[in-house]
Every structure is written in structure tokens, then in C-alpha cells.
């Protein structure tokens, strides 16, 4: 039990649990938040009540959602100075700065309107709240993309150079908008997106099934899918081009993913190992299964593309290779299975079966989208992992080592606990959110609900 | 003034705001423990129901300002207080979650005691961490040399114990201005008890750093007995400060508490900092030696500086949104 006496790897743990706990809450906030601005702009545009309360009830699932998001977010950029401290006194003075413009730009704004959003319908009138959801949902989007662009510059820093024991940074914008960080920051908004509705379609299609407040819900879950049919292939499009891109920008990483040990000859194609074993120590695949041709189609799009193989990159500078090559696969195959049950949607909506009349009808859909509301979160989490665990064993990609960017002065002891202590406390966190939110789902939305006197247009209140 | 100067007092302004801001929400915490009456505490939530988030996010603010201007400090300090500050996350999740969980649930009694428990948790970690601090690292260059422990002091405990009047302090003055009847004058008496309180721990903090000899960074005479001139004026117009309040709650104003304890904190703040300047980890680190490059302070400067104004400006309009005395279950 080596590892447990190595406060490295339980740092890595450690960090590794956290994120991947985190990340979960606000992916959900950044589509529901887009959702509620849909939402509340089609209240004020029609003065339909129906709008209102699909906003009402859907906003009470964001704030719970985004409790939790937050309690267990702070723990990230503390884990920074904590324990990866040489990582943090390097580069701070620009990844530092972009988490703290992050929290002052994103976070804040969020904080500031949600309180507004989600209790100030007395208190202010319907211009002022629209704009605070509007605000709510784009400071979202905001703290996603300086993330990114902190994540992005650790996969594939750029604008400037090491010099005493310092990043130094000479292009500014470089450093800011690294080659890696277009197509990431779309890959994970839209990757946001598409949780955020198959869980909107589950949440409507459970209600369906069960016979709840089927306009209701037949409302939200036409939108879910309507808004789905666009953003799932659009995603498998992006996430193709994503790819590519990290064959030119990281072919270690893509090596691993792929389990691909010897690069292909000119002339010949390389072989895409549908599943394999790595045996690292002998530098080859125990056991494989592969499609001739198929990687190089997948990376270079030309069927004799040249993909480099493991064996073209130093040891001590490949990534691990069976949590890459297993997470990638099952979120490419998650994604496959939500392109296939929007294609089944629309092929029962063309047949008429998305009315209220047959709406109790179309309960194998209902549970493919439940299904598939769980694999969306389950894709998430898989394609960090692909993301992170194939950037080692750097953590600035070829600029900062892993083992280099780690507090030297704690004990395995002393992250053992704190490790623990996220255990526990992300496991009660767990439990508290899903009895509320398994709360609110049964509580169902309140039909009766009406909006303040000052957000009725004249003639209703008349 | 050089860019870090500048930085070193922003940081200190950030620091005076999130311990105002969210010390009297979770000095509202603490009170809840020492009330019994339900509707009481659900006032006394409904009164930091819209604001409490925000005021937090100040110290998300404090940390990214920290890393980006100073990533030596925050490479290090966060790691040589390893144990506080992991204690300090576990119980902002409890208080967090504590008080967005009691509005959902009937029995609130389980939740309540969590929110006030965590109050206190988080106290306690914010001593803990600004006294192992202050109190001097044990540093080689910019490498911690000390131990796990070495916040475990005297000084750290005393400091704590300011911190666990003082917060129940704003946070008196807070209900007096947010709440009416029976509650607000149950929280004068709280003002009164936990002002006396977080004045007598100002008073014993000041007197063992003077005893011990070791701490004269923080009173303006490094290696020295005394109290310089300078951080005696300034601690005698926090006091001054101090003594309006009482005035203030024994008159039955309602703004005023508020205000005279910020300015008190504010002027406890400038005492200290005018004595530390320029050391931001004594005894050894200057705000200077642990900046980051000038040219990246100067962007920092024009993005967070030009943002901070539009900051406090719609938190304030945040506060205007949810001003007037706290009735409790205001949905909608």
C-alpha cells in the first residue's frame, strides 16, 4: 500500500475527487441558468403564466443545485496554495490572475443577482429582474470560460517562458487564449448544455410518465428536446474537431487515449484499438481489438495520416494509459447513445406522439432520456478525466512536472486527513442534495403560484 | 508607492470588507445558538438571506487577489497552514450548507444548530489562520521551514477569542438595524455583551504583545518593547469607535451601531497594517519580494481595478433590494 504513504499521489487524489464532485453543480447552473433567461424572456414576451411558473419551479432546482456547487467549489482554488504550492508561486502571477478575475468578474456578479432572482420578485420590477437573470445566467458562462482559459494554458501553456524559477509572461493574449482553448471552452459549454436539458427531458419525462402535470411538463421537455435535437450533434461534431486538435497540440495525450504504441509507417494507416490491455512494462497491448485505418481517419481525417505511437516519447514523459483509454471511450459512447435517442425523439414527434392526448404513452423514451441524463454527467466527468489524467505527467503541459508543482512540506499524513475529510463531507453533501432535491421534485411546481402585482401586465391585474 | 504597495492595501481593504461583511452573518450564526425561539432564528436568517452570499465571496475574491499578486504568499502560507485552512473549507460547507438547507426543510431545528456550529468552526478557522500568520512564519527565503502546529499559540487563541466577540458584535448591530420589537432589543443586549467582549479581547491582545516581546511587528516596534505612536493613535479611535456603539445601541438608534462597528474594525485594520507594512508574512517577507511582476500587476490593476468599483457598486444595490426590517418567509 504504497500509495497511501505518498502525500503526491493523495494530493492528486485528492484534487482529482474534489474537481470531479464539483464540476457536476455547475455544469447543471450554466444550461439551467441559459434555460431561466429563455424562460423568463417568454413570460415577458407572452405574459403567459404557464412561462412563469416553468421558471419558478425550475429556478428552485438551480438554487439548490447551485448551493452545493459553490460549498464545494472554494475547496479548488484553495487546494492551488495548498498543495501545489511550487505550481502556485510559479505561475500565479498569470494563473493566479485569471481565478481572481474569475471571482471578481463571474463569481461575484452570480452571487450578487441570484439573491435577486430567486427572492426579489417583490422587491423589484420586471425589467430589473429579467436583467438578473439575464446577469445570473451569464456570469455562469463567464466563470466557465476563465476556468477554461486557466485549465486550457495548463494543457498548452503558451506566452511565455520559465526564468527564475518564474513564469514569466511575454505575450499576454498568447497566454491568455492558448491554442487549446477555443474548441475546449466550446467542448464543455456545449457539454453543459446538453446536461443541463437531458436533465430538464428526464426531470419532464419522469413527471410524464407518472401522469404529473403533463402540459406542464410536456412544455419543458419539447423545449429539452427541440434544444437537444441541435446541441448533441453539434457536440459530436465539436468534440471530433476536439480531436484533432489534440493530435497536433498533445499527441502524448492522444498515444495514451488510443493505446497506440508504434507510429504508423508512411504509406500505411494506424489501427484504432477499439478495446485493448496496455502492458507499459513490455510497450504493447496484452490484448487488442482494432479497426485498420481507423486512427488515422479519426485524428489526421486521411486514412494513412501519420499519428505518432507511444514509443516516439520518452518514458518519464508518457501519461498513464488505461484510465484514459477506458474514461475516453465511455464518454465518446455516451455521446453516441444521446445522438441515437435524440434521432428516436424526433422520429416519435414526426409520428405525433409529443401531444398531451399520447403523452402518457411514450415511456421507453422517457427512461432513455433518464438514462441518458445520468450518462451526460457520467460523459462529463470521463472526458476530464481523459483531459487531466492524459495532460500528466505534467501539470503545466512540457513546462511544470507534477512531482515539481507539489507542496514538499506536507505529510501523507496530513493530505490523508483532509482527503478524508472530503470523503465524508462530500458524501453528506451528497445525501443532503439529493433528499432536497428529491424534495422538490415530488413537491412538483406550484400551479396555483401568481407573479406580484408589479409583474402582471395591466389588463390581467384589472 | 510601487505596484505591490498598492496591491498590499487593496488586499487589506478586501480583508476589511469580508471580515465585516460576513463576520456579522456569521456573528448572526453564533446568535442563533444562544436563541431558542424559532421564529426568531427564522428572522434572523430571512435578514442575511440575500446578502450572506455575496459577503462570502469576498474571500473567493481575497484568495484570487492573494495568488495572482503575491503567488509566493499563497504558495506558501496555504500550505504551511495546511490544517486550518482545510478546516476552514469543511466548515464554510457546513455553515453554507446549513443555511441554504434550513429554508427547505419544516424542522429546522437540526439545520439551525448546523448553520450555528459552522458559524463558530468558521470563526475559530479565520483566528487561527490570521494568527499564524501575524504572528510570524518561520521562513528560509520564501521556503517554510516551521512545523504543522506552529499556529498553536497564546497569541492564535486570544486572537480567536476577538474574533468570536467581535462578529457577534457586527452582528448585533446588524439585527438592530434589520429587525424590530423583541428581537432587536434582545440584540442590543447581545451589542452590549459581545462589544464589551471583542473590546476587553482587543485590550488582552494588546497587552500580551507587549508581554511577550516576540510580536513588536504588529504594534510598530519590530524587536522592540513599546507600542509606536502611530498604532497607539490608531487603536485609540477604534476604541473611540468602539464606545460610540454603546452609545449608539443605549440611544436606540438603529444605523449607527452598524456603521461606528465598521469604522472601529477599520480603524483595529489600519493599526495593525501601518504597523506591518511592508512585511505581508512576518517577520521576513515584504509585500515587495513576494509580488508578482510589475507588468502584471499593472493589467491586474486595470482589470480588477476597474472592476472592483462596478462590484461594490451592485453590491450595494443588492443591499438597497433587500433593505428594510427582515419579515420572516418573504418568498417571491
Same mark, same amino acid.
Given at each position: 500500500?504504497?500509495?497511501?504513504?505518498?502525500?503526491?499521489?493523495?494530493?492528486?487524489?485528492?484534487?482529482?475527487?474534489?474537481?470531479?464532485?464539483?464540476?457536476?453543480?455547475?455544469?447543471?447552473?450554466?444550461?439551467?441558468?441559459?434555460?431561466?433567461?429563455?424562460? #423568463?424572456?417568454?413570460?415577458?414576451?407572452?405574459?403567459?403564466?404557464?412561462?412563469?411558473?416553468?421558471?419558478?419551479?425550475?429556478?428552485?432546482?438551480?438554487?439548490v443545485?447551485?448551493?452545493?456547487?459553490?460549498?464545494?467549489?472554494?475547496?479548488?482554488?484553495?487546494?492551488?496554495?495548498?498543495?501545489?504550492?511550487?505550481?502556485?508561486?510559479?505561475?500565479?502571477?498569470?494563473?493566479?490572475?485569471?481565478?481572481?478575475?474569475?471571482?471578481?468578474?463571474?463569481?461575484?456578479?452570480?452571487?450578487?443577482?441570484?439573491?435577486?432572482?430567486?427572492?426579489?420578485?417583490?422587491?423589484?420590477?420586471?425589467?430589473?429582474?429579467?436583467?438578473?437573470?439575464?446577469?445570473?445566467?451569464?456570469?455562469?458562462?463567464?466563470?466557465?470560460?476563465?476556468?477554461?482559459?486557466?485549465?486550457?494554458?495548463?494543457?498548452?501553456?503558451?506566452?511565455?517562458?520559465?526564468?527564475?524559477?518564474?513564469?514569466?509572461?511575454?505575450?499576454?493574449?498568447?497566454?491568455?487564449?492558448?491554442?487549446?482553448?477555443?474548441?475546449?471552452?466550446?467542448?464543455m459549454?456545449?457539454?453543459?448544455?446538453?446536461?443541463?436539458?437531458?436533465?430538464?427531458?428526464?426531470?419532464?419525462?419522469?413527471?410524464?410518465?407518472?401522469?404529473r402535470?403533463?402540459a406542464?411538463?410536456?412544455?419543458?421537455?419539447?423545449?429539452a428536446?427541440?434544444?437537444?435535437?441541435?446541441?448533441?450533434?453539434?457536440?459530436a461534431?465539436?468534440?471530433?474537431?476536439?480531436?484533432?486538435?489534440?493530435?497536433?497540440?498533445?499527441?502524448?495525450?492522444?498515444?495514451?487515449?488510443?493505446?497506440?504504441?508504434?507510429?504508423?509507417?508512411?504509406?500505411?494507416?494506424?489501427? %484504432?484499438?477499439?478495446?485493448?490491455?496496455p502492458?507499459?512494462?513490455?510497450?504493447?497491448?496484452?490484448?487488442?481489438?482494432?479497426?485498420?485505418?481507423?486512427?488515422?481517419?479519426?485524428?489526421?481525417?486521411?486514412?494513412?495520416?501519420?499519428?505518432?505511437?507511444?514509443?516516439?516519447?520518452?518514458?518519464?514523459?508518457?501519461?498513464?494509459?488505461?484510465?484514459?483509454?477506458?474514461?475516453?471511450?465511455?464518454?465518446?459512447?455516451?455521446?453516441?447513445?444521446?445522438?441515437?435517442?435524440?434521432?428516436?425523439?424526433?422520429?416519435?414527434?414526426?409520428?405525433?406522439?409529443?401531444?398531451?392526448?399520447?403523452?402518457?404513452?411514450?415511456?421507453?423514451?422517457?427512461?432513455?432520456?433518464?438514462?441518458?441524463?445520468?450518462?451526460?454527467y457520467?460523459?462529463?466527468?470521463?472526458?476530464?478525466?481523459?483531459?487531466?489524467?492524459?495532460?500528466?505527467?505534467?501539470?503545466?503541459?512540457?513546462?511544470?512536472?507534477?512531482?515539481?508543482?507539489?507542496?514538499?512540506n506536507?505529510?501523507?499524513?496530513?493530505?490523508?486527513?483532509?482527503?478524508?475529510?472530503?470523503?465524508?463531507?462530500?458524501?453528506?453533501?451528497?445525501?443532503?442534495?439529493?433528499?432536497?432535491?428529491?424534495?422538490?421534485?415530488?413537491?412538483?411546481?406550484?400551479?396555483?403560484?401568481?407573479?406580484?402585482?408589479?409583474?402582471?401586465?395591466?389588463?390581467?391585474a384589472? | 508607492?510601487?505596484?505591490?504597495?498598492?496591491?498590499? %492595501?487593496?488586499?487589506?481593504?478586501?480583508?476589511?470588507?469580508?471580515?465585516?461583511?460576513?463576520?456579522?452573518?456569521?456573528?448572526?450564526?453564533?446568535?442563533?445558538?444562544l436563541?431558542?425561539?424559532?421564529?426568531?432564528?427564522?428572522?434572523?436568517v430571512?435578514?442575511?438571506?440575500?446578502? %450572506?452570499?455575496?459577503?462570502?465571496?469576498?474571500?473567493?475574491?481575497?484568495?484570487?487577489v492573494?495568488?495572482?499578486?503575491?503567488?509566493?504568499?499563497?504558495?506558501?502560507?496555504?500550505?504551511?497552514?495546511?490544517?486550518?485552512?482545510?478546516?476552514?473549507?469543511?466548515?464554510?460547507?457546513?455553515?453554507?450548507?446549513?443555511?441554504?438547507?434550513?429554508?427547505?426543510?419544516?424542522?429546522?431545528?437540526?439545520?439551525?444548530?448546523?448553520?450555528?456550529?459552522?458559524?463558530?468552526?468558521?470563526?475559530?478557522?479565520?483566528?487561527?489562520?490570521?494568527?499564524?500568520?501575524?504572528?510570524?512564519?518561520?521562513?528560509?527565503?520564501?521556503?517554510?521551514?516551521?512545523?504543522?502546529?506552529?499556529?498553536?499559540?497564546?497569541?492564535?487563541?486570544?486572537?480567536?477569542?476577538?474574533?468570536?466577540?467581535?462578529y457577534?458584535?457586527?452582528?448585533?448591530?446588524?439585527?438592530?438595524?434589520?429587525? #424590530?420589537?423583541?428581537?432587536?432589543?434582545?440584540?442590543?443586549?447581545?451589542?452590549?455583551?459581545?462589544?464589551?467582549g471583542?473590546?476587553?479581547?482587543?485590550?488582552?491582545?494588546?497587552?500580551?504583545?507587549?508581554?511577550?516581546?516576540?510580536?513588536g511587528?504588529?504594534?510598530?516596534?519590530?524587536?522592540?518593547?513599546g507600542?509606536?505612536?502611530?498604532?497607539?493613535?490608531?487603536?485609540?479611535?477604534?476604541?473611540?469607535?468602539?464606545?460610540?456603539?454603546?452609545?449608539?445601541?443605549?440611544?436606540?438608534? #438603529?444605523?449607527?451601531?452598524?456603521?461606528?462597528?465598521?469604522?472601529?474594525?477599520?480603524?483595529?485594520?489600519?493599526?495593525?497594517?501601518?504597523?506591518?507594512?511592508?512585511?505581508?508574512?512576518?517577520?521576513?517577507?515584504?509585500?515587495?519580494?513576494?509580488?508578482?511582476?510589475?507588468?502584471?500587476?499593472?493589467?491586474?490593476?486595470?482589470?480588477?481595478?476597474?472592476?472592483?468599483?462596478?462590484?461594490?457598486?451592485?453590491?450595494?444595490?443588492?443591499?438597497?433590494?433587500?433593505?428594510?426590517?427582515?419579515?420572516?418567509?418573504?418568498?417571491?
Amino acid at each position: 500500500m504504497d500509495y497511501l504513504t505518498d502525500p503526491l499521489l493523495l494530493s492528486r487524489l485528492q484534487f482529482a475527487l474534489t474537481t470531479a464532485f464539483h464540476i457536476t453543480f455547475p455544469t447543471l447552473t450554466i444550461g439551467l441558468g441559459v434555460y431561466l433567461v429563455c424562460l #423568463e424572456a417568454l413570460w415577458l414576451k407572452t405574459r403567459d403564466l404557464a412561462y412563469f411558473r416553468q421558471f419558478r419551479f425550475w429556478s428552485g432546482l438551480f438554487a439548490v443545485n447551485f448551493a452545493v456547487g459553490v460549498v464545494s467549489g472554494i475547496p479548488l482554488e484553495f487546494q492551488f496554495g495548498a498543495n501545489w504550492g511550487p505550481f502556485s508561486a510559479t505561475v500565479g502571477n498569470f494563473f493566479g490572475q485569471i481565478l481572481g478575475f474569475e471571482g471578481t468578474m463571474a463569481f461575484m456578479l452570480e452571487s450578487a443577482f441570484l439573491y435577486i432572482m430567486l427572492f426579489g420578485w417583490k422587491r423589484v420590477g420586471p425589467r430589473m429582474h429579467f436583467f438578473a437573470t439575464i446577469m445570473v445566467a451569464f456570469a455562469a458562462s463567464l466563470s466557465a470560460f476563465w476556468i477554461l482559459v486557466a485549465n486550457s494554458w495548463m494543457q498548452t501553456p503558451s506566452g511565455g517562458h520559465l526564468a527564475g524559477g518564474i513564469f514569466v509572461v511575454d505575450d499576454y493574449l498568447a497566454a491568455v487564449f492558448s491554442p487549446d482553448l477555443p474548441l475546449a471552452f466550446t467542448h464543455m459549454y456545449l457539454a453543459c448544455l446538453s446536461v443541463s436539458l437531458f436533465v430538464i427531458g428526464a426531470v419532464s419525462g419522469i413527471n410524464l410518465l407518472l401522469g404529473r402535470h403533463p402540459a406542464f411538463f410536456l412544455r419543458s421537455f419539447k423545449f429539452a428536446a427541440i434544444a437537444a435535437l441541435v446541441v448533441t450533434p453539434l457536440q459530436a461534431f465539436v468534440g471530433d474537431l476536439n480531436g484533432q486538435e489534440i493530435g497536433r497540440l498533445q499527441p502524448a495525450k492522444v498515444a495514451a487515449i488510443e493505446s497506440h504504441w508504434d507510429t504508423n509507417q508512411p504509406g500505411q494507416g494506424a489501427a %484504432w484499438n477499439m478495446v485493448a490491455w496496455p502492458d507499459p512494462a513490455n510497450e504493447r497491448n496484452s490484448f487488442e481489438i482494432s479497426i485498420p485505418y481507423a486512427l488515422s481517419l479519426l485524428i489526421t481525417h486521411s486514412p494513412t495520416g501519420i499519428v505518432p505511437g507511444l514509443k516516439d516519447f520518452p518514458k518519464e514523459d508518457r501519461p498513464p494509459i488505461v484510465l484514459p483509454f477506458y474514461s475516453f471511450r465511455l464518454m465518446v459512447g455516451v455521446g453516441g447513445m444521446m445522438v441515437a435517442v435524440m434521432a428516436w425523439t424526433l422520429w416519435w414527434w414526426r409520428r405525433g406522439r409529443l401531444t398531451l392526448a399520447r403523452a402518457s404513452e411514450n415511456k421507453p423514451l422517457y427512461l432513455a432520456w433518464a438514462l441518458m441524463a445520468g450518462g451526460a454527467y457520467l460523459a462529463v466527468v470521463m472526458g476530464w478525466v481523459t483531459r487531466e489524467v492524459g495532460r500528466q505527467p505534467w501539470l503545466a503541459y512540457g513546462l511544470i512536472r507534477t512531482e515539481g508543482g507539489h507542496s514538499a512540506n506536507l505529510s501523507a499524513g496530513e493530505v490523508g486527513l483532509s482527503l478524508v475529510g472530503f470523503i465524508v463531507a462530500y458524501t453528506l453533501l451528497s445525501a443532503a442534495f439529493l433528499f432536497f432535491m428529491g424534495k422538490l421534485l415530488r413537491r412538483g411546481p406550484n400551479m396555483d403560484e401568481m407573479p406580484p402585482a408589479g409583474h402582471l401586465p395591466g389588463r390581467t391585474a384589472g | 508607492m510601487t505596484l505591490a504597495d498598492v496591491w498590499y %492595501w487593496i488586499l487589506a481593504f478586501l480583508l476589511w470588507l469580508y471580515v465585516f461583511t460576513d463576520g456579522f452573518d456569521l456573528g448572526v450564526g453564533i446568535l442563533c445558538l444562544l436563541e431558542k425561539s424559532e421564529a426568531r432564528h427564522n428572522v434572523m436568517v430571512e435578514s442575511i438571506e440575500g446578502v %450572506w452570499h455575496a459577503n462570502q465571496t469576498w474571500l473567493v475574491m481575497l484568495g484570487g487577489v492573494l495568488f495572482g499578486a503575491f503567488p509566493l504568499v499563497y504558495g506558501t502560507v496555504l500550505a504551511a497552514l495546511y490544517l486550518p485552512a482545510g478546516f476552514l473549507l469543511f466548515a464554510l460547507m457546513a455553515r453554507g450548507i446549513g443555511i441554504e438547507y434550513r429554508a427547505e426543510v419544516a424542522d429546522k431545528w437540526f439545520w439551525t444548530k448546523v448553520f450555528g456550529w459552522g458559524s463558530v468552526a468558521v470563526t475559530v478557522a479565520h483566528g487561527i489562520l490570521l494568527g499564524g500568520i501575524l504572528q510570524g512564519m518561520a521562513f528560509d527565503g520564501l521556503r517554510y521551514v516551521g512545523g504543522s502546529f506552529d499556529w498553536f499559540s497564546p497569541f492564535t487563541i486570544l486572537l480567536t477569542a476577538t474574533l468570536l466577540c467581535l462578529y457577534p458584535m457586527f452582528a448585533a448591530a446588524w439585527l438592530v438595524f434589520k429587525t #424590530e420589537g423583541g428581537l432587536q432589543d434582545t440584540a442590543r443586549i447581545w451589542g452590549l455583551r459581545f462589544g464589551s467582549g471583542a473590546v476587553g479581547c482587543l485590550v488582552l491582545l494588546v497587552g500580551y504583545i507587549l508581554l511577550d516581546g516576540h510580536l513588536g511587528h504588529l504594534v510598530g516596534r519590530p524587536g522592540r518593547a513599546g507600542l509606536s505612536p502611530g498604532f497607539i493613535l490608531l487603536l485609540v479611535v477604534a476604541v473611540l469607535n468602539a464606545a460610540l456603539y454603546f452609545r449608539a445601541l443605549g440611544k436606540g438608534w #438603529e444605523r449607527r451601531p452598524l456603521m461606528y462597528s465598521a469604522v472601529m474594525l477599520l480603524f483595529v485594520f489600519l493599526a495593525f497594517g501601518t504597523s506591518l507594512f511592508p512585511m505581508i508574512v512576518p517577520p521576513g517577507v515584504t509585500a515587495e519580494s513576494a509580488a508578482s511582476p510589475a507588468p502584471m500587476l499593472r493589467i491586474m490593476l486595470y482589470v480588477i481595478g476597474g472592476f472592483l468599483p462596478v462590484v461594490l457598486f451592485y453590491n450595494a444595490y443588492q443591499y438597497r433590494v433587500f433593505r428594510g426590517k427582515a419579515v420572516p418567509e418573504d418568498e417571491v
